[in-house]
């Protein structure tokens, strides 16, 4: 079984985050903790927001230059058995996300990894940002965007 992808993205968020790279270059997500933002991943130019030693690259998305998806390591623990998926859907995004301007907002879906995947995944060390730091990058392996949400994270029928 190959490694699966810790974060993917729907092909709505990536032609976003394409629009949003011609405009501000660069870019990356944080998946946030709660708080003000809520649990949005939020999008910034690459940089401007600080990658600590903690936080764990759950991958970079194969958008443009590429687009790294960062989460804190305390809730990396917490959602290591949870595939991210990021969407995109209209309304008013994060307050210091590049998309609010834009009328729509990422938004993250998650589909729990199955007892297999999490055995694949159990073999593999997530990448933090000091091991980013000294030039330590996830395998690349498959793409990274999917069509909908749906196709990484079915929607139970009713």
Not at 22 to 34: I, T
Not at 85 to 99: A, K, T
Request: net charge negative; aromatic share 6%.
């Amino acid at each position: 079984m190959d490694t699966p992808h810790r974060a993917l993205v729907t092909e709505a968020a990536a032609e976003l985050l394409r629009r949003l790279q011609e405009r501000h270059g660069r870019l990356m997500f944080h998946q946030s903790g709660g708080c003000c933002d809520g649990s949005s991943p939020m999008c910034y130019p690459d940089g401007d927001f600080l990658v600590g030693d903690r936080d764990v690259l759950l991958a970079v998305l194969d958008v443009g230059d590429g687009v790294p998806v960062w989460i804190s390591g305390p809730q990396f623990d917490a959602w290591k058995h949870t595939q991210l998926v990021i969407d995109v859907v209209p309304g008013r995004g994060g307050g210091f996300s590049l998309e609010a301007p834009e009328g729509m907002r990422f938004l993250s879906r998650g589909r729990a990894f199955t007892d297999d995947e999490n055995r694949v995944l159990a073999d593999v060390a997530p990448v933090t940002g000091a091991d980013y730091e000294r030039g330590l990058r996830p395998p690349a392996h498959g793409t990274h965007v999917v069509a909908e949400a749906a196709d990484a994270c079915p929607v139970p029928l009713r």
